[in-house]
């Protein structure tokens, strides 16, 4: 592709104010500077301190839903560092919830990534906040949905890193299903 | 063999707040010289689908699956290399804000120039030429003299002609115009959308019209996709759609069409707004918003199917179809609404409908 400064198109003039000068610049034109704070993050802190800078966090504003009712619920992620931190996830899938165990409430697995890493990232001190709604459904096919059953049900959420449970990037919460 | 189909397409945007599932297992196929429209809300996916078609979805977005074959060749299967030789050649674009779509820096002629250059190997001069006899027919006058002007120095009529312009300037088998009137008055709409139709036939390339505005696809399509949330809702020729719509989404948008002469109060709206992509409500995506959704909407996703019959509809059928539980049998109450027609349905009589200038 032509580009501008090889183009014919542009008209360039010495005397006219707002016309590009026929002048070769002499110093190089910088970007703006900045860091590049994921490159920063991979190179110097240990994933370990990393994984352990992120605290995740689920609640529900009650502990008992009636049955047919919406669960809302609230994942809140921080990191704790006064620098910016980057997660390597093991998809781009970035984080996931779990209602027993079933990914986003659905017995048939909803997504197929692409095998590639995926990057969360963090700013220092930052918190991320995320709503999400449990419809009190589990999807059982790829069109067809069932009712949960009145009983326990923990809601998990967490990064998608591998073995996640232990680490701190991930935490539950159990709630009541009551009979209207 | 179609000009274009699309089989079982998915587009997904891997984000922080969850996976956007932006279109969802989307089939159609637009045939030779003909005019299919799509038509939805924002947000509805019809803008992905359009990209996806010249392969320009952008991270973290990712055609996750599906196939798109054009003239037989599937699309996403293409090298970097051989997609470039398709985009802006065989299959062209024209966006809908005119003004972002040129670029400033360059000279209006000059950018549609370029394209010519490119793909079909004119010289410069030879280029200028062609590039002066497209404007002219597009409607700029004194086509040689705004060779030479800025995007600015344009009207915004006047940059989407210059847009249209280098859209056709390759001779493209498909056009895709993604809501081309938008960003323009309606008097001005209404010439563009003219010239748009008048061009295609005249150079013989199908059209797909990405709309939101039901006006734009009455005037100018052959058949309509009506989407809601990434996903077909509705397929139909045009006046089957406007005189039998099946879906209750279609009524809703049907509806919504402020008319002169109504005596009604208020516009009749569909309530609330479309559902986040990243968490679609359970079963039909339209329930939540559907006056007529009973428990069986929540628990259980309809295909595509036919109406009459309640089968599901083929990929490649272009008769009607509609995804909505009434045509497997699963609503109790039926959909409850009734379509008046004003003057004459052109289905059952070949006389000019008053005021439709199309037949």
Not at chain 2, 137 to 142: A, D, Q, S, T
Request: proline content about 6%; overall charge negative.
């Amino acid at each position: 592709m032509r580009r501008i400064y090889d183009s014919e198109a542009l008209h360039r003039d010495d005397d006219e104010a707002f016309a590009p000068s026929e002048e070769e610049r002499s110093v190089r034109l910088q970007a703006l500077r900045s860091i590049d704070s994921t490159a920063l993050s991979d190179r110097l802190i240990p994933t370990g301190l990393r994984r352990r800078a992120i605290s995740v966090d689920v609640s529900t504003p009650r502990t008992e839903y009636s049955e047919g009712e919406p669960v809302p619920f609230s994942v809140t992620m921080k990191n704790s560092l006064p620098f910016p931190v980057t997660v390597s996830t093991a998809s781009p899938i970035l984080w996931t919830w779990t209602v027993d165990g079933e990914r986003e409430a659905s017995r048939v697995p909803l997504h197929e990534p692409p095998a590639e890493a995926g990057r969360f990232r963090f700013d220092r001190g930052e918190r991320k906040e995320f709503r999400k709604r449990w419809e009190q459904m589990f999807r059982v096919s790829e069109t067809e949905w069932e009712s949960a059953a009145p009983g326990e049900y923990t809601i998990g959420a967490g990064i998608n890193v591998e073995a996640s449970d232990g680490a701190a990037l991930y935490d539950e919460t159990v709630v009541r299903v009551v009979p209207e | 063999m179609a000009l274009l189909e699309v089989n079982d397409l998915t587009v997904k945007f891997y984000t922080q707040d969850g996976v956007v599932t932006a279109v969802n297992g989307l089939d159609y196929r637009v045939e030779r010289g003909e005019k299919f429209g799509v038509v939805g809300e924002s947000g509805a996916g019809k803008s992905v689908t359009a990209l996806s078609l010249m392969r320009l979805i952008e991270s973290p977005g990712r055609i996750e699956s599906g196939e798109i074959l054009f003239k037989g060749e599937d699309l996403l299967e293409m090298s970097e290399e051989e997609i470039r030789s398709v985009r802006g050649n065989e299959i062209a674009m024209i966006f809908q804000d005119a003004q972002t779509a040129l670029n400033p820096v360059y000279t209006v002629g000059e950018q549609v120039s370029e394209a010519i250059r490119h793909h079909l190997d004119y010289d410069d001069a030879e280029a200028r030429e062609r590039t002066i006899q497209l404007l002219d027919r597009v409607g700029i006058p004194e086509a040689e003299t705004r060779y030479s002007d800025y995007p600015h120095q344009f009207s915004g009529g006047m940059q989407q002609r210059a847009v249209i312009a280098m859209a056709l300037s390759c001779d493209p088998g498909l056009l895709i115009c993604d809501e081309p009137t938008t960003a323009l008055d309606v008097t001005i709409e209404a010439e563009i959308l003219d010239q748009i139709e008048e061009l295609a036939d005249d150079f013989d390339a199908a059209v797909q019209l990405i709309t939101h505005d039901l006006g734009v696809i009455a005037q100018v399509c052959d058949r309509v996709m009506v989407m809601y949330a990434g996903k077909p809702v509705e397929k139909a020729p045009v006046e089957d759609l406007y005189y039998d719509p099946k879906h209750p989404y279609t009524v809703g948008l049907m509806s919504s069409i402020p008319r002169v002469g109504d005596s009604r109060e208020r516009l009749q709206t569909i309530p609330g707004t479309m559902p986040d992509l990243v968490e679609l409500p359970t079963g039909c995506s339209f329930h939540p918003r559907c006056p007529y959704a009973e428990e069986a909407c929540t628990r259980k996703e309809p295909p595509l199917l036919d109406p009459e019959t309640g089968a599901e509809a083929a990929a490649s059928s272009a008769e009607h179809a509609a995804a909505c539980l009434e045509y497997t049998g699963d609503l109790r109450d039926g959909l409850d609404y009734e379509i008046e027609v004003r003057g004459q349905d052109p289905r059952t009589d070949v006389r000019q409908v008053e005021g439709d200038q199309d037949d």
